[in-house]
């Protein structure tokens, strides 16, 4: 090592910006060439160079005046390339997971699109049935109860029950009647 390099680094390190000039003019496009050749892009390795001798600058004080310089550079350098390289992987994968869930939920609301619009329809043509026709179907759908418990809750008779629930189903297939295909595996399931 040169004395000039390490009475060089003893003023860099002690703040002189004189001496960083020079340091950083000596060794710049060494260190470019090097980086250059990890990421493959001149601007990128611009910046990556830059940017160790900023943290340089930044330290200082902790670079001691015996070491090499350009080894110091050189592996700073690296390093930063290093991190970049791996936040560029993390950026990657967060934008590719973010882009498959974006696809995922936009299949998912396609996929559910004619169940909404049916639920919807569904409420409609029930708000529409006769209140004793909604009661009975509401009941016997919704609650699970049986046409003997619908007849005894609502105090009518079975027949009765029978009758709303059959007016109800023929009313709510006339209403429904688009989405006959959708709505047949939906109203046994109610």
Known sequence: MAIEESELLE??????????EKLFSEYYE??????????????TTEEIVQATFVNLWEKRELIRSDISFKSYVFRAAYNTALNYIKHRKVVSTFVARKQERIVEIQREFVSHQ?????????????SDLPPQCQRVFRLSREE???????????GISKKTVEVHMGKALKLLRA??????AFFLPIITLM
């Not at 860099?12 to 960083?20: H, L, M, N, T, V």
């Not at 060494?30 to 601007?43: G, H, L, S």
């Not at 004619?114 to 029930?126: C, S, T």
């Not at 209403?175 to 006959?180: A, H, I, Q, T, V």
């Open 11 to 20: 003023a860099f390190s002690k703040g002189d910006e004189a001496a960083f």
């Open 30 to 43: 060494p260190a470019c060439r090097y980086v250059i050749r990890i990421i493959r892009d001149r601007d």
């Open 114 to 126: 004619p169940d909404f619009e049916l639920q919807n329809r569904i409420k409609e043509a029930l």
């Open 144 to 154: 699970g109860l049986k046409y003997h418990e619908i007849a005894e809750e609502l």
């Open 175 to 180: 209403s429904l009647k688009d989405y006959l």
